[in-house]
């Protein structure tokens, strides 16, 4: 049973709000009947979907206002106009302390960019990432960046990783998760200036981070880390190209099995062993991702999912608050700034 502390839901937030919203709270209570949620949103619609959620009710505040962030929105624009909206109290609930942390299935840039202003980051990070789970051949592994940042510097790709080790030890509960840049090849010649970089400083850096090197595309499905950093460019690129591919074969297996009678028979004595591949790669077990380094928990869901895909995103946000999550970050972070700082007057000597 999870500890009592409450989560802020940007109710308006989604392809399907408030509807999934609401549902998704009532299957994560279930699961964590201690926690809380301040629903933020149009009280109308809220309210009705409540009612219908009697033992939910009852751990739940809706906090009215009617003004919500489109798909649309640019984030400039949200900034300027948008905090009397539905996401931007649901982050202001965190920051005034009303809340442990934050699950929205809403606009990605209008949240980075609310959260990012109304929170801050935390000491020594210089950029927040999106960081999810993804399947693998041997299990789960963590990306990094997948869309935050299209540039990076060395810094900020060290911080990923940092960020990243963090974030894979609360949610796979691996002791000494292994961290790998990813490139196009796993020479330590090969890539840009920037990566060689990185590599560098994570070598020599004293913390007790299990640094693999260079991985290629192809070792992200194969599980050859647990923790994958990139740029948000490329790690947006290869999370797309995944699930596009995922898609494709789908169809391909669906197409086959329409081909012909004895397909249709193979598929029935064959539903078991497929129903198990579909639960292991039901993109709703992986819906959750963490902006991770702001001086807070944020959770972004899929815009697009249902109500057992958000409850899974406030899943994610529960197991953030009660692993301290960004303790642990602040803790390695300042460590690494501690060496560099030592070894500067040393570079500077010789």
Same mark, same amino acid.
């Given at each position: 049973?999870?500890?009592?502390?409450?989560?802020?839901?940007?109710?308006?937030?989604?392809?399907?709000?408030?509807?999934?919203?609401?549902?998704?709270?009532?299957?994560?209570?279930?699961?964590?009947?201690? *926690?809380? $949620?301040?629903?933020? #949103?149009?009280?109308?619609?809220?309210?009705? =979907?409540?009612? %219908?959620? &009697?033992?939910?009710?009852?751990?739940?505040?809706?906090?009215?206002?009617?003004?919500?962030?489109?798909?649309?929105?640019?984030?400039?624009?949200?900034?300027?106009?948008?905090?009397?909206?539905?996401?931007?109290?649901?982050?202001?609930?965190?920051?005034?302390?009303?809340?442990?942390?934050?699950?929205?299935?809403?606009?990605?840039?209008?949240?980075?960019?609310?959260?990012?202003?109304?929170?801050?980051?935390?000491?020594?990070?210089?950029?927040?990432?999106?960081?999810?789970?993804?399947?693998?051949?041997?299990?789960?592994?963590?990306?990094?960046?997948?869309?935050?940042?299209?540039?990076?510097?060395?810094?900020?790709? *060290?911080? $990923?990783?940092?960020? #990243?080790?963090?974030?894979?030890?609360?949610? =796979?509960?691996? %002791?000494? &998760?292994?961290?790998?840049?990813?490139?196009?090849?796993?020479?330590?010649?090969?890539?840009?200036?920037?990566?060689?970089?990185?590599?560098?400083?994570?070598?020599?850096?004293?913390?007790?981070?299990?640094?693999?090197?260079?991985?290629?595309?192809?070792?992200?499905?194969?599980?050859?880390?647990?923790?994958?950093?990139?740029?948000?460019?490329?790690?947006?690129?290869?999370?797309?190209?995944?699930?596009?591919?995922?898609?494709?074969?789908?169809?391909?297996?669906?197409?086959?099995?329409?081909?012909?009678?004895?397909?249709?028979?193979?598929?029935?004595?064959?539903?078991?062993?497929?129903?198990?591949?579909?639960?292991?790669?039901?993109?709703?077990?992986?819906?959750?991702?963490?902006?991770?380094?702001?001086?807070?928990?944020?959770?972004?869901?899929?815009?697009?999912?249902?109500?057992?895909?958000?409850?899974?995103?406030?899943?994610?946000?529960?197991?953030?608050?009660?692993?301290?999550?960004?303790?642990?970050?602040?803790?390695?972070?300042?460590?690494?700034?501690?060496?560099?700082?030592?070894?500067?007057?040393?570079?500077?000597?010789?």
């Amino acid at each position: 049973m999870s500890a009592a502390f409450t989560l802020s839901l940007d109710a308006m937030g989604g392809d399907a709000a408030p509807s999934i919203v609401v549902k998704g709270a009532g299957l994560a209570h279930v699961r964590y009947p201690n *926690v809380r $949620f301040l629903l933020h #949103g149009d009280e109308a619609q809220i309210k009705p =979907l409540l009612d %219908a959620e &009697p033992a939910l009710k009852s751990h739940c505040t809706i906090h009215h206002t009617t003004e919500v962030v489109s798909n649309d929105d640019k984030p400039s624009q949200v900034i300027r106009s948008g905090r009397q909206t539905s996401l931007w109290k649901a982050i202001e609930a965190v920051k005034n302390g009303e809340a442990a942390g934050v699950v929205s299935a809403g606009n990605t840039g209008a949240l980075m960019a609310m959260a990012v202003l109304i929170m801050r980051t935390l000491p020594g990070v210089h950029r927040p990432a999106i960081c999810c789970l993804l399947p693998t051949k041997v299990g789960e592994s963590t990306m990094l960046d997948l869309g935050a940042n299209a540039q990076c510097d060395a810094r900020n790709l *060290v911080e $990923f990783a940092v960020m #990243g080790e963090c974030f894979s030890r609360a949610m =796979l509960g691996l %002791a000494r &998760p292994s961290v790998g840049l990813l490139n196009i090849g796993s020479e330590d010649l090969k890539g840009t200036d920037v990566l060689r970089e990185a590599a560098q400083i994570l070598r020599g850096s004293h913390l007790d981070i299990e640094f693999k090197g260079f991985i290629e595309g192809d070792d992200i499905a194969a599980g050859t880390v647990d923790v994958v950093v990139t740029d948000g460019f490329t790690g947006n690129v290869a999370l797309k190209t995944m699930e596009g591919t995922a898609k494709l074969y789908s169809s391909f297996l669906r197409t086959a099995i329409k081909s012909s009678i004895l397909a249709q028979i193979g598929m029935v004595f064959a539903q078991s062993v497929l129903s198990q591949v579909k639960a292991r790669t039901d993109p709703r077990r992986y819906n959750g991702a963490l902006l991770v380094g702001l001086n807070g928990i944020v959770v972004k869901s899929h815009g697009g999912t249902d109500a057992l895909g958000f409850s899974n995103a406030i899943g994610v946000a529960v197991d953030m608050v009660e692993r301290d999550l960004n303790t642990a970050i602040g803790q390695d972070l300042a460590r690494i700034k501690a060496e560099q700082a030592a070894e500067a007057p040393a570079q500077v000597g010789s």
